[in-house]
C-alpha cells in the first residue's frame, strides 16, 4: 500500500519494479472488419485517459505502473473526486497527480466545475502519453517556436483587448480546437467522444467538440497544392497490414495551440488492438517548431455512448462579442 508522504510514495512506486508488460494485440479473427478485408473501425470512441501528457518528474525513468500501482490510484481518485468530496474538476495530469500525491481534496485554483465532471477518467499503467522520446517529455521548442508560442499566449481570452477576431485564438472563436488534440481530456462529456465512419475509400473522424470533422481520402490522390490551407490540415490515408496511416499536411498554422509552423506534418496510426480499443498514435513533426519529431499514444476505447451536438460557434454572442469589447472581467 502507499503511503501519503509524496517521498515515500515515489519510493514505494519504483520498488514495485521498472516495468509492466505491454497488452498483447488481439488475433485477427477477433477484429471485426469490412468486406475488403481491413479492419472496421467504424463507431463511436472514448479517450478518458487521466494518464499525463508528459512524465511527472516523479517517475523518471518509469514507463509503466503495476497493476497493483494503477488499482491504488484508481481507488485513491475515486475517492478524491468522489461528487462529495469537495474536489474541483481536474485534466488529466491534475486527475493522475492528486491520486499519486493522495491528498485530501484537490483544488485547482481557477476551476469552476465540481470534481464530478472527471469520474469518468481512467489512469491506466502508461506514466506519459508521450511515448518518444523515451523520456516521456516534449522536445524543446525552437526559436521560431518560442515565439509562436508567445504569440499563442497573448490570443487566448482574458489576455488583452485584441483588436479584431484574427487576434483571437481559433479556440476561443469556436473555430477550431486544432488538429491534434494530444493533451488529453478535460473530462470523457467534452473532449473525448470521436466517431469513426468508414468506406472503401474515405474514413470520417468527426468529434463531438465543436462538431468537427476531416476526410481522410484512401484513393491515392496527392496532397492539395501547397497554397491551400485549411485548419484542419489536409489528410491522406493508406493502409499498412492493419493499421490506418494518415498523412496530414498543408496546416493553417495561425495561432495553433501548438504553436506548429506551415512545414508542420502530421502522422496518424489507427491500429484496433482488440474488439473494442484502438491505438492511436501521433506522431509531430515540424523542424520550424520543434528540436526533433515525437509522438503520443492515446488507447480509445469502444463506447455505446451517444454523440451530441456541441453549441459553440464564432456567432455566438457570448464568445465573440464579449471578447472583442473588452467586457471579460465583468
Known amino acids: 500500500m502507499f503511503t501519503t508522504s509524496l517521498i515515500a510514495v515515489a519510493i514505494s512506486i519504483t520498488a514495485y519494479g521498472q516495468s509492466a508488460p505491454p497488452r498483447k494485440p488481439a488475433t485477427a479473427k477477433a477484429i471485426p472488419r469490412t468486406h475488403d478485408g481491413h479492419p472496421d473501425l467504424q463507431g463511436n470512441w472514448l479517450n478518458n485517459s487521466a494518464t499525463p501528457f508528459e512524465r511527472p518528474k516523479e517517475l523518471e525513468g518509469r514507463q509503466f505502473l503495476t497493476d497493483e500501482e494503477v488499482v491504488e490510484l484508481n481507488r485513491r481518485a475515486q475517492k478524491i473526486f468522489a461528487p462529495d468530496s469537495g474536489s474541483d474538476a481536474a485534466a488529466p495530469d491534475g486527475y493522475f497527480m492528486a491520486a499519486f500525491r493522495n491528498v485530501k481534496v484537490y483544488k485547482s485554483g481557477g476551476a469552476t466545475d465540481s470534481a464530478e465532471r472527471v469520474t469518468d477518467l481512467v489512469i491506466d499503467n502508461r506514466t506519459s502519453l508521450i511515448i518518444d522520446p523515451p523520456d516521456g517529455k516534449m522536445p524543446a521548442y525552437t526559436e521560431a517556436g518560442q515565439r509562436r508560442r508567445a504569440a499563442y499566449g497573448r490570443s487566448r481570452s482574458g489576455n488583452g483587448n485584441p483588436a479584431g477576431p484574427d487576434e483571437v485564438a481559433p479556440g476561443d472563436r469556436c473555430i477550431t480546437y486544432s488538429v491534434p488534440r494530444v493533451n488529453g481530456v478535460y473530462s470523457a462529456g467534452l473532449h473525448g467522444y470521436y466517431q469513426i465512419v468508414q468506406t472503401r475509400d474515405q474514413v470520417v473522424l468527426f468529434s463531438e467538440n465543436i462538431h468537427e470533422f476531416r476526410i481522410i481520402s484512401l484513393d491515392g490522390r496527392p496532397h492539395l497544392p501547397a497554397a491551400v490551407r485549411n485548419w484542419s490540415g489536409d489528410s491522406i490515408g493508406h493502409w499498412e497490414g492493419d493499421t490506418l496511416v494518415v498523412d496530414t499536411t498543408n496546416f493553417k498554422a495561425q495561432l495553433h495551440p501548438l504553436a506548429i509552423s506551415e512545414k508542420f506534418q502530421l502522422t496518424e496510426r489507427f491500429t484496433p488492438t482488440a474488439p473494442d480499443e484502438i491505438r492511436y498514435e501521433i506522431t509531430l513533426d515540424d523542424p520550424d517548431t520543434w528540436v526533433r519529431p515525437w509522438t503520443v499514444m492515446i488507447r480509445l476505447k469502444h463506447t455505446n ?17 464579449t471578447i472583442l469589447s473588452g467586457n471579460l472581467s465583468k
Open 305 to 321: 455512448d451517444r454523440l451530441f451536438e456541441s453549441a459553440c460557434h464564432e456567432g455566438n454572442e457570448a464568445i465573440m462579442k
